[in-house]
């Protein structure tokens, strides 16, 4: 029986209130909706009446000492053991198409606060995903282009792909270009990039075939072509370094959203912290607005 679970249950009966509940427990509305749905399965029994303000059921009632017995146990454990065992070992995956210094910030702000050891992998974003989804890693941090139905995950920004040019750069002069105006447009291609096919069938429905200076899986190398002015590339906003501009391709709307992500069976005050401190932290992508998607189930 997973513990945040439990916890989504007693946020529920002390406020009788499915939104107040997930707010308390920093989660999305159906994260929150999920987990009860899960535990009642696991009871066998449903624990609320939705249609009386989430009121609580005979099951519910009898559920909610042992429930609140749980919890009050693991509290108890976890200040016990802390003095004695040695420090819990989080393993980690990020997608290396991510904002690498500000991810590694956070990792340091969350383990500040809960004293564990860190093992820190790194791959694309489909491998990171796979990893996750294989119960490889404790949590992992990647892009996705499509909403995940998976109730161990929280969205933390969406943002946009946009063309990074250098500041001295032709492209740099205006906001907004077409696919056709780019077409003798060198292009410094991120290998790794998640929307890379659909920039690919972009041009190739307008006939145009951009050339490519350089091609590389390493954001630092890419980033350093654009900064050079040795051509443009296609980049989430959250890469973009001093010395660059972005700039829109006409009619384009391309983005992701970056998700954390935990096993079902992670500690549980281990993911409630890595979560808190996740949508606190300052992400150079995010914007207003970002930390409550509704994408996030």
């Known amino acids: 029986m997973n513990l945040a679970f439990i916890r989504y249950f007693l946020a529920v009966a002390e406020t009788a209130s499915f939104t107040a509940a997930a707010e308390r427990c ?19 029994a449903r624990l609320f009446d939705r249609a009386r303000r989430a009121e609580l059921t005979e099951a519910g009632h009898r559920l909610l000492p042992h429930a609140r017995t749980m919890v009050e146990a693991w509290q108890l454990a976890r200040t016990e053991s802390r003095s004695t065992r040695r420090a819990r070992l989080l393993r980690l995956a990020i997608a290396s198409t ?28 489909d491998a990171v995903a796979d990893r996750w989804r294989r119960g490889r890693c404790d949590a992992a941090l990647f892009p996705v282009r499509r909403p995940i139905d998976q109730a161990e995950l929280v969205a933390l920004w969406r943002e946009p792909y946009v063309l990074a040019a250098a500041t001295g ?16 447009t060198p292009f410094v291609l991120r290998a790794a990039c998640e929307a890379q096919d659909d ?13 490519t200076v350089l091609s ?20 989430p906003r959250s890469l973009l370094r001093p010395g660059l501009v972005a700039a ?43 930390a409550r998607l509704a994408f996030a189930r």
Do not use: N, Y
């Open 26 to 44: 920093r989660v999305t509305q159906p994260t929150l909706s999920a987990g009860i749905a899960r535990l009642e399965g696991e009871i066998g």
């Open 98 to 125: 991510l904002p690498i210094p500000a991810a590694l910030s956070w990792v340091a702000s969350a383990q500040q606060r809960a004293g564990f050891d860190i093992e820190i992998s790194e791959g694309t974003a």
């Open 169 to 184: 750069h032709r492209v740099a002069t205006r906001d907004r270009w077409s696919v056709k105006e780019l077409a003798a």
């Open 199 to 211: 920039l690919e069938r972009l041009f190739a429905a307008e006939g145009v075939r951009p050339r």
């Open 216 to 235: 590389s899986a390493d954001e630092e190398r890419c980033g350093a072509a654009v900064a050079a002015g040795l051509g443009v590339c296609l980049m």
């Open 248 to 290: 829109e391709i006409r009619d384009v709307a391309l983005e992701r959203r970056v998700v954390l992500a935990w096993r079902a069976d992670a500690d549980g005050d281990l993911v409630q912290t890595l979560r808190e401190t996740a949508l606190a932290h300052p992400w150079p992508g995010r914007r207003a607005g970002d």
